[in-house]
């Protein structure tokens, strides 16, 4: 399968401290989207996840690498395109942001047709209208305002808007974060059933493995600006490669599906460190249960370790053969 979207050695670096130092959000990842995936994208707040997004929606100059959408250049660090005319749209976790509060819903659904000048006002009218349906919201809602609607009906207007201009892919970062955990799942249901009806393609973005588990053909592990580990759902959660891919699978067990369900207890130590000054070697080493010397001497490779599945871990065999790595109760 050629994929739709591919991502090459994506580097994105903000200067911080007063223009003194470099801050390396996104630090060379690379990845494929085919048709019709969902790619969930998952790690600790601040570990460069809403970057991707921003990059794969040209919404900042990436500093490295390439960004290509069909074989089409869309990003380099000498141009960046327009995301909507590529085939991009973007969820964010804020669903009233999106949403302007003094218009009815229809008018900020027909808005963006109109700017492209798309179709007639009853032409684009109807369009709005079967979009609500498809999204699971009442038509009658059209001439409410915002205010007057749920958090999950808004992130469904978002999804309707996004889908009126018929992107190929919908990244949706933390768009569900906000919302009560069975709405979660609802909107979750709805991106199936999007992914099925529209052969579209997903991002999606959390820091929630459950989420992610839940909805991602494959999932990659970001840890402080790079890929831990990237993989079919069902090859990480039977045989993940990495330590900390294997940490947040422990962290939050019973929001997990069954067959993901970990009976291993890890508690990360300490705090993830600062991209400004990320650890020698392997980044992951300061928190990592397993870590040697070689670790702080060497960074790993990105190794394949399996059909489609990749980390970077010296001792990722080791790690999937279920190696403990369970942390040692702290003396008294
Ligand atoms: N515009 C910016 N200027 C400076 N630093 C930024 C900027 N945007 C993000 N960062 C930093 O980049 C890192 C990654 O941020 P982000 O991609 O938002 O992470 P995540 O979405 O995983 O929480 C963080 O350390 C964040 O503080
Ligand atoms: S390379 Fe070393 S520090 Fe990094 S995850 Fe593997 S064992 Fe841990
Ligand atoms: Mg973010």
């Known amino acids: 399968m050629t994929d739709l979207l591919t991502v090459e050695d994506l580097r994105v670096t903000f200067m911080v401290n007063m223009g003194r130092d470099p801050l390396h959000a996104v630090d060379g990842v690379s990845f494929g989207l085919a048709e019709g995936e969902s790619l969930g994208i998952i790690g600790e707040s601040g570990s460069g996840k809403s970057t991707i997004a921003r990059a794969v929606l040209s919404l900042l100059k990436i500093s490295q690498g390439r960004?290509?959408?069909?074989g089409r250049e869309i990003?380099?660090?000498q141009k960046h395109g327009k995301a909507g005319s590529y085939g991009v749209q973007i969820i964010f976790q804020d669903p009233h942001a999106a949403l302007n509060p003094r218009v009815r819903i229809i008018r900020s659904l027909v808005e963006p047709l109109e700017i492209k000048g798309e179709g007639t006002a009853s032409s684009r009218r109807d369009a709005a209208l079967e979009m609500l349906t498809k999204v699971g919201i009442n038509r009658a809602l059209a001439d409410r305002y915002p205010h007057e609607l749920s958090g999950g009906q808004k992130q469904r207007i978002n999804i309707a808007r996004a889908l009126l201009l018929r992107p190929k892919i919908l990244v949706a970062d933390e768009a569900t974060a906000a919302l009560d955990v069975s709405i979660q799942a609802d909107i979750l249901n709805l991106y199936r059933d999007l992914?099925?009806?529209?052969?579209?393609?997903?991002?999606?973005?959390?820091?929630?493995?459950?989420?992610?588990?839940?909805?991602?053909?494959?999932?990659?592990?970001m840890y402080l600006g790079k890929f831990a580990e990237l993989g079919p759902s069902k090859a990480l959660a039977t045989t993940a490669a990495h330590p900390y891919t294997r940490a947040l699978m422990s962290a939050e067990p019973e929001a997990l599906p069954k067959h993901m369900q970990s009976t291993e207890r890890l508690v990360l130590r300490g705090e993830i460190p600062s991209p400004v000054s990320p650890p020698s070697g392997c980044r992951f080493r300061t928190r990592c249960p397993i870590a040697t010397e070689r670790c702080a001497a060497e960074a790993p490779a990105w190794r394949e370790m399996g059909p489609g599945h990749h980390a970077a871990c010296h001792y990722a065999e080791e790690v999937m053969a279920g190696r403990p790595l369970t942390t040692p109760e702290p003396a008294e």
């Open 67 to 70: 960004i290509t959408m069909e």
């Open 195 to 221: 992914q099925e009806e529209f052969g579209l393609s997903f991002v999606v973005i959390t820091h929630d493995l459950a989420v992610a588990s839940y909805v991602s053909d494959r999932i990659a592990v």
């Open 75 to 77: 990003a380099t660090p």
